[in-house]
C-alpha cells in the first residue's frame, strides 16, 4: 500500500529557480526520507526529517515536515541541469519494518 | 565505498523460466528488501528479511520467493516467469535498530524483460 502521495506529478522550471515539492502520507511516523533517481538508475538516499523534528537542511536542500497535517515538502534551492531526476518521498511508519514510498514526483531542470 | 550490488543490469528471459536476481551488500547491513517499480505505480515491496534465514511477505509476493543465507546475499526468484512480471526490480538494505535514523542503500536495479 502506498502511503505517501507526492505534489506535482511532474514539474519542470528553468534552471536557477527553486523547486518545490510536496508528500503527504496517512499514518504516524518515526521519520521520512527523500530519494532522488536518476533515469534507469537505483535510488539515492537524500535527506531523513525525525518526526520530533520541523525542518533540516542538507547544501541546497530544505525539508519541512508537518505532522500534524501529515506532510512534508522538499526545497531544491538554485536548480541546476543534475538536478533533473525523479524524486520520492518515503515513510517510516511507527509499528513498521520497511519504508513506503510515494509515486515519486518527476522534476526537470531547463537550462 | 558502501554499496549494493545487483548482479545484472539488464536481463531478458522466457515466459516460464525460473529466474534467479542476486543482489549482494558489503556494509553488514541485517534488513535487506526487494521492490519492483512500474510506472504510474511506484515502487512496491515483494519481499523483505529482517535478518539471516529469515524473510517476510511485503505487498505483492504472489509469484516469488526469496533466499537469505548468508547475511549479505538476498536473492529474488521468479519461480515461472510471466509476461506481467516484466519490470525495474530494485534491492535495497538498511542496518537494524538505529539504522532506522539512516536511508535505505539501493543497488542500481535489474530491468527484467520477460518474452
New interface residues.
Partial sequence: ??QGEEDPQALSIQEGENATMNCSYKTSI??L?W?RQNS???????I?I?SNEREKHSGRLRVTLDTSKKSSSLLITASRAADTASY?C?T?ALGA????????TRLTINP | DVK?TQSSRYLVKRTGEKVFLECVQDMDHE?M?W?RQDP????R?IY?S?DVKMK?K??IPEGYSVSREKKERFSLILESASTNQTS?Y?C?SRMAGTG??????????T?LTVV
Fill in positions: 500500500s502506498q518515526n521519520n526520507q530519494y534507469g538508475r537505483g535510488l539515492v538516499h537524500l531523513l525525525r520520492f518515503a517510516d519494518q520497511k519504508l513506503v514510498f510515494g509515486q515519486g | 549494493v534488513n528488501f521492490y504510474g505505480l511506484g515502487l515491496l523483505f529482517y517476510e511485503g505487498d525495474m530494485l535495497a532506522r535514523n539512516y536511508g535505505y542503500t539501493f543497488g542500481s536495479g530491468r
